[in-house]
């Protein structure tokens, strides 16, 4: 498990690497500092994020979800004020840098099986396969 944890962080740290050749508008001055923030982005991701998507619910619901991208994109951006060696010029390169991260991260994470369920929810899915 440990093994797994330290190779998606890897991973999304050369995913980092790449954004400014996709993105205008994004610079990451070396590996050190886009492993710096993988672990940075990860936390945001994990902690402030939830919050604010319970907080923006009702906009959420009325844009049918597409605010997600918005929050994914000021969060990037929110990033960047307090990295050093990471810079993003404004809103819209966050925003598109946010959604390839994404999409690049979901890519990767379904073609090594990463996000497979594992425990008794494969244990479930198992048994339901044979009957």
């Given at each position: 498990?440990?093994?797994?944890?330290?190779?998606?962080?890897?991973?999304?740290?050369?995913?980092?690497?790449?954004?400014p050749y996709i993105v205008k508008g994004v610079g990451v001055d070396g590996f050190y500092t886009a492993f710096i923030l993988a672990a940075v982005l990860a936390f945001v991701n994990a902690f402030i994020r939830?919050?604010?998507?319970?907080?923006?619910?009702?906009?959420?619901?009325?844009?049918?979800?597409?605010?997600?991208?918005?929050?994914?994109?000021?969060l990037f951006w929110f990033?960047?004020?307090?990295?050093?060696?990471f810079f993003v010029t404004d809103f819209w390169a966050a925003f598109w840098?946010?959604?390839?991260?994404?999409?690049v991260s979901v890519?990767?994470?379904?073609?090594?099986?990463?996000?497979?369920?594992?425990?008794?929810?494969?244990k479930r899915r198992l048994r339901a396969?044979?009957?």
């Open positions: 498990m440990c093994l797994s944890v330290i190779i998606r962080w890897l991973i999304n740290a050369l995913i980092l690497l790449l954004i939830p919050v604010l998507l319970v907080l923006t619910l009702p906009i959420n619901i009325l844009t049918l979800g597409l605010f997600t991208l918005v929050i994914n994109g000021l990033v960047s004020t307090f990295i050093k060696g840098a946010a959604l390839v991260y994404t999409a890519l990767i994470n379904l073609a090594t099986g990463e996000n497979q369920p594992s425990g008794p929810v494969k396969k044979t009957k």
